[in-house]
């Protein structure tokens, strides 16, 4: 059944009464209403269509936390063979909220890793709702490093609110872990190819999200908190995230004019979890593309960091 967000109810209409005509159908041959469908498709076409070329940056968060967008894991089976997961930090324990390990994308031996959600209950506890903790961001720093040692490129799938806010994570050293991570990607000397699927949340996601390309779907958002973080620390009140996320600039398109990131992936319409398999299959045209173009860079790193630097420079 599809879930649909606060914005969408006159989509949601119109598809409730194509779902009625539907089964009246069903239940009696002698009714017609193939002519009516039609209509209400279009119309329910249009109305997406309509709400979706001017969503706020709200909405856009709306979107891009909808529970079922498609995840890491839908991505790592669709678009990557033969994916072995590395397990553990070799240092305190395994954390399931990042998926890292080696696999083959269209035949190319690449290190894979990125920040998995879960989409149910059962496995939104087992991997933290997509929040690391610091073994998770040690674990991916040890892939990095392998990585590096062989020569492979560095796919990087980010999806997080941000990283565990709890104790126990602080205690093990949560802020540590994070920079070091940033700092590997940094210095890596094989391409970083970053996608933003969905949320892109503080040092959660940039620190595996430091790459020599850096993209993100359409309705994605990446910001330094979230909007009712932002909201509660401003104003002391959690209830003004819209007006947050709209001052924050956490938009694909924001960001782009900005030159945080490199380019957008397009959804379709109605977000990407109304057709992931075209989503899914659009990211990977577009990291195909990146680690061709990256193939002619000279010093992968040195690019790297004039990326970042330049960030800014112009506004």
Known sequence: ????????????????????????????????????????????????????????????????????????????????????????????????????????????????????????????????????????????????????????????????????PGVDAEERGQAEAIARSTEMCLNVKVPVICIVLGEGGSGGAIAIATGNRVYMLEHAIYSVISPEGAASILWRDSARAKEAATSMKITAEDLKGLGVIDGIIPEPVGGAHRDPEAVIAATGDVIARALADLKGVKDLRKQRREKFLAIGRNL
């Open 1 to 164: 059944m599809h879930n649909y967000l606060d914005f969408e109810k006159p989509i949601s209409d119109l598809e409730g009464k194509i779902i009625e005509l539907k089964k009246l159908a069903e239940q009696d041959d002698s009714v017609d209403t193939s002519e009516e469908i039609q209509k209400l498709e279009a119309r329910a076409h249009e109305a997406m269509v309509e709400i979706y070329a001017k969503l706020s940056a709200w909405q856009k968060t709306q979107v891009a936390r909808h529970p079922q967008r498609p995840h890491f894991i839908d991505y790592m089976e669709a678009l990557f063979e033969d994916f072995t997961p590395l397990a553990g930090d070799r240092a305190f324990a395994e954390d399931a909220a990042i998926q890292a390990g080696l696999a083959r994308f269209r035949g190319q031996p690449v290190a894979l890793i990125g920040q998995e959600k879960g989409n149910d209950t059962k496995s939104r506890i087992k991997h933290n709702f997509g929040s690391p903790r610091p073994e998770g961001y040690r674990k991916a720093i040890r892939v990095m490093e392998l990585a590096d040692r062989f020569g492979l490129p560095i796919v990087s799938l980010i999806d997080t609110a941000g990283a565990y």
